[in-house]
């Protein structure tokens, strides 16, 4: 079993930054991938961001520029620093765990709110 929880959300004025965290517990060797994912009431749960064991990350082109995924594997963290927010950000932000394979799980945590607003 893998743990994850998020931190860091909260309301920033348009154009301001933010960092997310994502703490990882448990089985951390049998994963292969932590993404961060974002979601408005109504709509589905979209992909924002990911970063494999190797360091290689991708991004959803909203986010590209802005938006970069990191991660700590001493503290078995990884972060989302978000700069240029812009209102259309604001949504619940989950972080995912991700196990490849025929045995494979995603791991959620319960998400952590970013608010962009003036």
């Known amino acids: 079993q893998v743990q994850v929880e998020e931190s860091g959300g909260g309301l920033v004025q348009p154009g301001g930054s933010l960092t997310l965290s994502c703490s990882a517990s448990?089985?951390?060797?049998?994963?292969?991938?932590m993404h961060w994912y974002r979601q408005t009431p109504g709509k589905q749960r979209e992909w924002v961001a990911g970063?494999?064991?190797?360091?290689?990350?991708n991004y959803v082109e909203s986010v590209k520029g802005r938006f970069t995924i990191s991660r700590d594997n001493a503290k078995n963290t990884v972060y989302l620093q978000m700069n240029s927010l812009e209102p259309e950000d604001t949504a619940i932000y989950y972080c995912?765990?991700?196990?490849?394979?025929?045995?494979?799980?995603?791991?959620w945590g319960k998400g952590t709110l970013v608010n962009v607003s003036s």
């Open positions: 995912n765990a991700q196990r490849y394979g025929p045995n494979g799980m995603d791991y």
């Open positions: 448990g089985n951390i060797a049998s994963i292969n991938a």
């Open positions: 970063i494999n064991t190797v360091g290689t990350t």
